[in-house]
Nanobody, 126 residues
Framework: QVQLVESGGGLVQAGGSLRLSCVASGRTINTYDMGWFRQAPGKEREFVAAISWSWSDRKNYANAVKGRFTISRDNAKNTVYLQMNSLKPEDTAVYYC??????????????????WGQGTQVTVSS
């Protein structure tokens, strides 16, 4: 079993930056893909970014965040990060960290991720 805990959310003005962190515990996740998703009120959960742990930092980004967000990981700390720059009001959502044991898919669909954190709120004011 893997437990994921997100942190780093908050309120920021448009154009600002935040860095989200996701710490994993329970077992080693160095062969898992890790992803970030977000869900705004009244909307479905959507893919933001993913990083492979087993293929030298292969990454995947949603078009809406490409060039503004950067996903990274620290194996030694069992932690994955999401650096968010040039934030927009439409980035407002609860952000979730997720783990996919396959380690090979960089999947964009939530159904491929077995483990989820509780989420952290990001609010971008205009």
């Amino acid at each position: 079993q893997v437990q994921l805990v997100e942190s780093g959310g908050g309120l920021v003005q448009a154009g600002g930056s935040l860095r989200l962190s996701c710490v994993a515990s329970g077992r080693t996740i160095n062969t898992y893909d890790m992803g970030w998703f977000r869900q705004a009120p009244g909307k479905e959960r959507e893919f933001v970014a993913a990083i492979s742990w087993s293929w030298s930092d292969r990454k995947n980004y949603a078009n809406a965040v490409k060039g503004r967000f950067t996903i990274s990981r620290d194996n030694a700390k069992n932690t994955v990060y999401l650096q968010m720059n040039s934030l927009k009001p439409e980035d407002t959502a609860v952000y979730y960290c997720a783990a996919d044991p396959s380690g090979q898919r960089l999947a964009t669909a939530p159904r491929f991720y077995n483990y989820w954190g509780q989420g952290t709120q990001v609010t971008v004011s205009s």
